[in-house]
């Protein structure tokens, strides 16, 4: 069974168009998140929800909005895709405090063409 | 906000050798836990070994171990009898013990030279 799953694996769109990235969780954690990864591989969070609740957002364009039915999902709309949002996406679930790790979904391969 | 620092982008290692990766962190939290993850070309990201900062002991994963150096703040990842099949990008990472936020290095490109 996969433990964090996401759709689509890639993605490839024009510029100017809105798209969604579904991510969902069998593990049972309280708390997801996403994650950009860039051309240089750097790891940036972007935003964690805990049970349904929005704990972190970091400085990110308000084009980019995630959105959680459930702690098990959290899926990411991007509008208006520009150039410079082609990366991987990565969505990641943990429990949140204690020590567990950090489980990723096999990333989202966004290009904009 | 704590900060996670590798400071090697790339390193090479011939198969069957060992070689260590480097990894510092700032914190004024006393209890946290610290890990590595492999990146390899498929792009999943795969943990490879946690430490939590309340033990002494290092730990260790078959031929992956740590060098944790608690006052020193470093964290370093040791790989024995290198593999191909290591060859990936290796994050540092960071949590606090009560908080929701992992801190990331910014990755070390191993290459294993045949």
């Known amino acids: 069974d996969t433990a964090v799953s996401q759709t689509p694996k890639y993605l490839v769109t024009q510029m100017g168009n809105d798209k969604s990235i579904k991510c969902e969780q069998n593990?049972?954690?309280?708390?997801m998140y996403w994650y950009k990864q860039d051309s240089k591989k750097f790891l940036k969070i972007m935003f964690s929800?805990?049970?349904?609740?929005?704990?972190i957002n970091e400085t990110v364009p308000n084009r980019f909005s995630p959105k959680s039915p459930d702690k098990a999902h959290l899926n990411l709309h991007i509008n208006s895709l520009e150039l410079g949002d082609s990366a991987v996406y990565f969505c990641?679930?943990?429990?949140?405090?204690?020590?567990?790790?950090?489980?990723f979904g096999p990333g989202t391969r966004l290009t904009v063409l | 906000a704590q900060t996670v620092t590798q400071s090697q982008p790339e390193m090479s290692v011939q198969e069957a050798e060992t070689v260590t990766l480097s990894c510092t962190y700032d914190?004024?939290?006393?209890?946290?836990?610290l890990f590595w993850y492999k990146q390899p070309p498929s792009r999943q990201m795969i943990l490879v070994i946690r430490?939590?900062?309340?033990?002494?002991q290092n730990a260790t994963e078959n031929r992956f171990s740590v060098n944790f150096q608690k006052a020193a703040k470093s964290f370093s990842l040791k790989i024995s009898d290198s593999q191909l099949g290591d060859a990936a990008m290796y994050f540092c990472?960071?949590?606090?013990?009560?908080?929701?936020?992992?801190?990331f290095g910014t990755g070390t490109s191993l290459t294993v030279i045949p």
């Open positions: 593990l049972g954690h309280d708390t």
């Open positions: 914190t004024s939290e006393s209890d946290y836990y």
């Open positions: 929800y805990n049970n349904k609740e929005l704990i």
């Open positions: 990641a679930s943990s429990q949140r405090g204690g020590s567990d790790t950090q489980y």
């Open positions: 430490q939590e900062a309340y033990k002494q």
């Open positions: 990472a960071y949590r606090g013990n009560t908080g929701n936020q992992f801190y």
